[in-house]
């Protein structure tokens, strides 16, 4: 594909092209082949600047870059944001791309959403895949495993691919970082979802003003002008979902996307009434004036918050709304999302949730509260720990919430990283109470759970959800232990029963 027309087609003037020939784009120099456009952006750790001569030598033929990057043997392609250039650039490039895009965003939920939201789809008749934290999944079910938002080639080139293979409906995360790294430009976003927002990756984004600024980038750039925008209103609305609410409709100069909000407070679909089961829970929806009850077999408000988001998405992209309530009815769990693990010789069932935010924390525990019982002495036990080399200021509030909402608490590590272990446990429990004990080895935690668990108990581990590793360490001394919470609570169980 000529470079010429890749430029003129994402809408960047001043720049002669020639009769150059592009074959492909990366952002790693050590992946260059001949013909390539090399992405050379400043990060946190690296400054790819530094790699544009190797890039070259390789065979890029042009750079996007910073005005002050040097470039010799190859054309530059100039520009204060290289990323988003680049980005938009490299749209043209991946095609072709699947007819319908839609994109999520939010602190918590965004992976349940996205996986639900293909769930509903497949069943509703469509090719349908989901882009996140779990990976790519395709329409068969296969998974591969990547970041919440892989970098912006990655993405590309996954969306192109599964157009390739008859994809043509697509739900993916949009991350803060993704966002404000410009990790997900380009497509023709047919409508978004905001879930909800509260404090995390602050070590990124340093205030919450500016976590929140990143998540608007999706209304105001990423998402076609005008689309649909799903935004969760719970019973008790914080004041960040009436911001986002003002902004998608047009405050702060975004491009007046078309709010439905979905949830007690809802004006598209209405929870009118929540009733837990022993396997699930019965949801009264209220659509268009009409009343539809459905079944959603899986637990937890946040989880009827979730499906709510996704059924809005399927709603706005054409699917039937009698399909999408019959589909809702059939949603199977998110791996590593309030999915129970095991059940223990006692008899106390064991789940697993990624949790790992103050809220979302709470919002787990406060789940699977209704499923114990506490007529028969039941309790409810949160094994958990906070990650290394993040948002230190979340770990004392982390702590006071599993305290405040669960009976017993077991602060443990998640993934230290470069973090002394006992120091990031003692900033977790110096906000929790005089129900919390420590316990270091994870594994051990585990157990330590499952063997005082009494039949009517709820064990909670939560923090990793699906993740396949323990990250010890840092940079060249960074180790991952293989440790996946779901299989050392089964095998916990069956030690603890034999």
Request: glycine share 10%; proline share 4%.
């Amino acid at each position: 594909m000529k470079l010429a027309k890749l430029i003129e087609q994402a809408g960047i003037g001043g720049i002669e092209a020639g009769d150059v020939t592009v074959t492909g784009f990366a952002i790693d120099h050590r992946k260059i082949a001949p013909g390539n456009v090399f992405g050379a952006f400043q990060g946190a750790q690296f400054n790819a600047e530094d790699f544009i001569p190797a890039a070259i030598e390789a065979g890029a033929v042009a750079v996007v870059a910073r005005h002050e990057a040097k470039v010799e043997g190859a054309l530059h392609i100039a520009d204060e944001n290289p990323r988003r250039t680049f980005a938009r650039l490299a749209a043209q490039f991946f095609t072709p791309v699947p007819k319908t895009i839609v994109a999520v965003t939010g602190t918590n939920g965004k992976t349940s959403t996205v996986e639900m939201t293909r769930q509903i789809w497949r069943m509703c008749g469509e090719r349908a895949a989901s882009i996140g934290t779990l990976g790519v999944t395709t329409p068969d079910e296969s998974v591969s495993t990547g970041l919440t938002t892989p970098d912006i080639v990655t993405f590309l080139s996954n969306m192109s691919g599964l157009a390739r293979e008859g994809v043509t409906h697509v739900a993916y995360e949009a991350s803060s970082h993704g966002l404000s790294q410009y990790r997900n430009e380009g497509l023709p976003v047919t409508a978004c979802a905001f879930t909800n927002f509260s404090r995390d990756h602050l070590d990124y984004h340093g205030t919450m003003e500016d976590y929140f600024a990143a998540k608007m980038r999706l209304f105001d750039e990423v998402v076609e002008p005008g689309a649909p925008a799903i935004i969760y209103c719970g019973g008790e609305n914080s004041e960040w979902t009436r911001r986002a609410i003002e902004h998608a409709q047009g405050f702060s100069g975004s491009r007046q996307l078309r709010v439905l909000t979905v949830g007690e407070r809802g004006d598209f679909l209405r929870l009118a009434a929540r009733e837990a089961t022993q396997l699930g829970q019965v949801l009264t929806i209220e659509h268009e004036g009409e009343c539809a009850t459905v079944k959603l077999p899986l637990i937890g408000e946040y989880q009827a918050a979730n499906a709510l988001v996704a059924a809005g998405l399927a709603l706005v992209t054409g699917a039937e709304r009698s399909q999408v309530f019959d589909a809702v009815a059939r949603l199977q769990p998110v791996r590593g999302r309030l999915e129970r693990a095991v059940i223990s010789a006692s008899g106390a069932p064991v789940y697993v949730d990624y949790a790992h935010t103050p809220d979302a924390l709470e919002a787990a525990i406060i789940a699977l509260r209704p499923h114990v019982d506490e007529a028969r002495g039941g309790k409810l036990t949160v094994v958990f720990g906070a990650g290394g080399d993040r948002d230190i200021g979340k770990r004392k509030t982390m702590g006071e919430v599993a305290s405040r909402v669960a009976d017993r608490v077991i602060v443990t590590d998640d993934n230290p990283r470069g973090e002394d272990p006992a120091a990031i446990r003692a900033d977790v429990l110096s906000g929790a109470g005089d129900n919390a004990v420590e316990t270091g080895d994870r594994r051990e935690a585990i157990a330590a759970a499952i063997r005082q668990a009494g039949a009517h108990d709820i064990i909670l581990i939560a923090g990793k959800g699906h993740e396949e590793g323990q990250i010890i360490g840092s940079g060249e001394n960074m180790r991952v232990l293989p440790f996946n919470d779901v299989t050392v609570a089964r095998e916990c169980a069956a030690e603890i029963k034999a």
